[in-house]
């Protein structure tokens, strides 16, 4: 059988493509920190450029080592880009290590302590840049027909369709061409050609398949087993197989148990480093924040005071990491004198217990400024799934697979459902997927990324009464 020639040659492309971006990105920023420290910084004394030329090797193979540690240059579909920040900026930070250690501990040799700095920040964002040409090159290739990857869909069922249908809501950006369906008993998807064959290999074969997507329902376990088993003999194509478990179920991984292959549903925590860096990152801008909008606070605080009756603030039991209950603070925007109806759920429009101040309060999030003090508190996360009443979490595990796999986080002010428009009256279901996501793709910069795009697009929301 002939070798998988479209997928080898995306592979092959991609690599050799960020190969020669990092190796430009690192000689221009070792060169160039040289140029800053010793010709435009005050204070420096010219060092012999002989001797950073020939560090600029040690620069280059160390820099090309913790990219490939830091698994940068291995394939993928879709790149996650938070992922391809930390860890850039992880490499960067190791090779910045590695120069003092070996320079000063190890060879002793006199290097610039500023030019070093000015090295590690330049080659981040020379990295970062190169990375980003890269993919658009890539894109640009994908988009004019290249290095697309032939797909063969193997079964039936809602997550074959699901698969399919997030595939093509790519549009012209997916790498992927659908060639046809086996075995759909029936459910065609998306008019897809079918192939009628009981061998998977000679369809690879025949049709020049470059990847296999197996799924089919959980009661059709003789047709997932077969389709499996022959899956693991294809050696030229790639092969994706949609287990059972649901989407929301999103902190599973497969583990070694015993030596034994086993799937851990809840494996969503953030481990104490991730929790020590985000505990860090909510202390200090929260902390700015309140010293910055102080101001407004006492504005605010007024506002609300001679609006109605009642307390500046209101507070409110909601569920945190660990299911732990806190007083979530809100600055009131409802009437006291009105209690709520029908037990506990989301506040709806025209809402008659809002006042003017609150519904002015409650459109532009600014109610929910009071919260940076439970932040600061350590009750609350800037960045995280929204706290729910506990009345309403006890209603949700019962409904919604995966629901409580939220908690293994502090809840935040702000969150990844929350700037997909994931506000007040919505889907919960697709609020915990969102959530969940954003969990097991925690970065530092995927919380930096929810905070612009909360001053960009949060704050007013048409859900948001």
């Avoid at 913790?66 to 879709?78: D, K, T």
């Avoid at 079964?155 to 659908?178: A, E, W």
């Avoid at 809100?330 to 759920?345: A, L, T, V, W, Y």
Wanted: hydrophobic fraction near 45%; aromatic fraction near 12%; include cysteine.
């Amino acid at each position: 059988m002939k070798s998988n020639n479209k997928g080898v040659a995306l592979e092959s492309f991609q690599f050799k493509l960020r190969l020669i971006s990092d190796i430009i990105a690192t000689l221009g920023a070792w060169f160039l920190s040289y140029y800053l420290r010793f010709f435009i910084i005050p204070g420096g004394m010219g060092e012999p450029i002989e001797l950073f030329t020939g560090l600029s090797v040690l620069a280059l193979a160390s820099t090309l080592f913790f990219l490939f540690f830091n698994r940068l240059y291995e394939p993928s579909v879709i790149t996650k880009w938070s992922k391809e920040v930390s860890a850039l900026l992880r490499t960067s930070l190791d090779v910045f290590i590695t120069f003092v250690v070996f320079y000063y501990y190890i060879l002793s040799i006199t290097v610039s302590r500023i030019a070093l700095i000015l090295f590690m920040g330049i080659l981040f964002v020379f990295l970062y840049i190169g990375r980003r040409i890269s993919n658009i090159i890539i894109g640009r290739c994908v988009r004019a027909g290249k290095f697309i990857q032939r797909t063969l869909l193997v079964g039936y069922g809602k997550k074959l369709r699901d698969f399919y249908n997030t595939t093509m809501g790519h549009g012209n950006s997916t790498r992927i061409r659908f060639v046809g369906q086996m075995w759909s008993n029936s459910d065609a998807i998306g008019g897809l050609p079918q192939i009628k064959s009981q061998s998977l290999e000679q369809v690879v074969k025949d049709k020049a398949i470059d990847i296999v997507v197996i799924g089919f329902p959980p009661n059709d376990s003789t047709n997932r087993e077969e389709a499996s088993h022959q899956g693991l003999e294809l050696l030229n194509a790639k092969v994706f197989f949609l287990s059972d478990i649901p989407r929301s179920y999103a902190g599973s991984v497969i583990t070694d148990f015993y030596n034994i292959p086993a799937v851990q549903l809840n494996n969503s925590e953030l481990s104490i480093g991730k929790r020590f860096v985000k505990r860090t990152f909510d202390l200090v801008s929260c902390s700015a924040a309140v010293i910055l909008l102080s101001p407004l606070y006492l504005l605010l605080a007024l506002l609300v005071k001679i609006s109605s009756k009642g307390p500046v603030f209101f507070k409110q039991d909601r569920v945190t990491r660990n299911g732990e209950v806190f007083k979530m603070l809100k600055f009131r925007s409802m009437r006291i004198d009105m209690p709520e109806q029908n037990g506990p759920h989301f506040t709806e429009e025209d809402d008659p217990r809002i006042t003017k101040i609150g519904r002015i309060l409650r459109k532009t999030s600014l109610d929910e400024l009071p919260q940076f003090f439970n932040v600061i508190a350590g009750s609350m996360s800037l960045i995280g799934p929204r706290p729910e009443r506990p009345e309403l979490v006890e209603e949700f595990k019962k409904t919604i697979p995966g629901y409580d796999l939220r908690h293994k986080v502090k809840s935040g002010i702000s969150g990844w459902a929350q700037v997909n428009g994931l506000r007040g009256n919505t889907s919960i279901e697709k609020r915990v997927d969102f959530d969940l996501y954003y969990i097991r793709n925690w970065s530092i910069f995927f919380d930096f990324k929810i905070v612009i795009l909360t001053f960009v697009k949060g704050f007013i929301n048409k859900n948001a009464y």
